[in-house]
């Protein structure tokens, strides 16, 4: 495998992993490397009370990479998308970053579709992005 291909699968960063890992106690880097389970068993849990977030400070090179072999890579960066979500999701941001403008507006007037449309997306973001991706991919190819 070449350098190049390589690259082109980097779809998550270390970088942002490590930032959201810092309220990881919330799951939020559970959530940007597409595994919505733990994510949620950390948001309810603090972190397995702080024993689980301790642990994955070791586990986020292994989940980056998990991620960057699942999930298309492609023209819209996926750290990016979350750090909007993350942000400033309950104003639908990272919405009108993926070109979603409708939702977009419709989670800027209603508080992120009270919260709730923000918890779907970080169930699902990952996987919008990547079958975003993969639509490009058929309709180019």
Do not use: C, E
Request: charged fraction near 10%; avoid cysteine.
């Amino acid at each position: 495998m070449t350098h190049t291909h390589i690259a082109a699968r980097d779809t998550h960063s270390k970088l942002i992993g490590y930032l959201l890992w810092l309220f990881g106690f919330l799951g939020a880097h559970r959530f940007y490397y597409g595994k919505p389970v733990t994510g949620t068993i950390w948001f309810f849990t603090l972190g397995l009370l702080g024993i689980g977030w301790l642990i994955d400070l070791f586990l986020i090179p292994s989940m980056d990479r998990q991620a960057d072999l699942r999930f298309q890579a492609g023209p819209t960066n996926y750290s990016l998308a979350w750090l909007l979500l993350t942000f400033l999701g309950v104003f639908g941001i990272h919405r009108f970053y993926l070109g979603k403008w409708l939702t977009g507006l419709l989670y800027l007037l209603t508080f992120g579709l009270f919260g709730l449309g923000v918890l779907y997306d970080f169930w699902t973001l990952n996987d919008q992005i990547s079958l975003r991706h993969a639509r490009r991919g058929i309709f180019n190819g």
